[in-house]
């Protein structure tokens, strides 16, 4: 019995880490982690902020912040700070603006481990990475249960300077992960090891989502990222219908008749301002003329009835020469010569 249910929790561990992202590769952690759920420790405040310094040998990608702590309030932080040299301090006095990259730590009670995501490359040198908060009205802790690993260089500011020590056993950690080589770790959320962006993983490695600016090819109609909601796309990346295909003025109008004639509204699916008419002229503005040329403004093409009326003229004048002709040749005395 005891070797059967032995098995079967290693079953579901196994199923928890395939269903769980695994945490980001640590470049560095203070220490290991103790047991969490406790509000105890030291505090952490806007007079009071924790803090651990690390060395990076070559240039790094980080991509995780993290801690063991407690929080109440939304004004928590984490970050990092330069340092000048292993046992340096960031710049005195603190500010958050001398920070390289800091990132909202969300409140939490009682206390447990969490990272945040960031994206920054860190070169070659000494940093602390701190923890605090920039209000009165957000306070918050680290618990000292953790065992150290090695001997951390912990730092402290208190009031309006950096302190050493202050501080032991507080787990701080900075993880590093690389999209694209087929292990989910946060803060991904997906992993396909493809540039494809029309699937279900982006080449972030983030999950596709209506607004990424990219369509989900078999899920999306479109997708316009911060424009949805504005042009032919929804906020639910579905097209608008009606959107698109006329310009101003859009849809097929219906001219006025003028005394002179009629006319009808223009074609407004060719991007035209279609239903405008002329009045008095019967003349629409902007019509087909039939001959595959737009006529505007009452002007006629070359497909006009100008060349017709000509035309008609000259069959005209060409009958009447043909009648005078005859009747001339019976009755000369009622036609002479001209």
Known sequence: MKQRWTIIFSVGAVLMALATPARAALVFESATLGPEGLIAGVTANSSQWLGVRFTLSTPTQVTWLGAHYWMNGTDGFIGVFPIEGGTGFPPDPPALTDALVTAPLPAQSPSSETGVGVDITLPAGDYAVV?????????????????????????????????????????????????????????????????????????????????????????????????????????????????????????????????????????????????????????????????????????????????????LVVVSAALRRRAWMRRRRHHPELCPRR
């Open 131 to 311: 923890l605090g908060s920039t209000s009165t009205f957000s306070i918050g802790g680290m618990p000292v249960n953790n065992p150290n690993i090695n001997t951390p260089f912990y730092l402290v500011k208190a009031g309006s300077g950096w302190i050493n020590g202050g501080l032991n056993q507080a787990r701080f950690f900075v993880g590093s992960s690389t999209c694209g080589d087929g292990l989910v770790e946060l803060p991904e959320e997906c992993e396909d090891e493809n540039q494809d962006n029309t699937d279900g993983c982006l080449n972030t490695c983030q999950d596709a989502s209506c607004g990424d600016g990219f369509v989900h090819s078999g899920v999306e109609e479109c997708d316009e990222g911060d424009q949805n909601g504005i042009g032919s796309c929804s906020l639910a990346c579905t097209i608008v219908t009606g959107q698109g295909g006329g310009g101003p003025g859009g849809g097929a109008g219906t001219g006025g008749n003028g005394p002179g004639g009629s006319s009808a509204g223009g074609a407004a699916a060719s991007g035209g301002a279609g239903g405008s008419s002329t009045t008095g002229g019967g003349t629409n503005a902007d019509q087909d003329s039939g001959c595959g040329c737009r006529v505007t403004g009452g002007q006629r093409s070359s497909g006009s009835s100008v060349p017709w009326t000509m035309a």
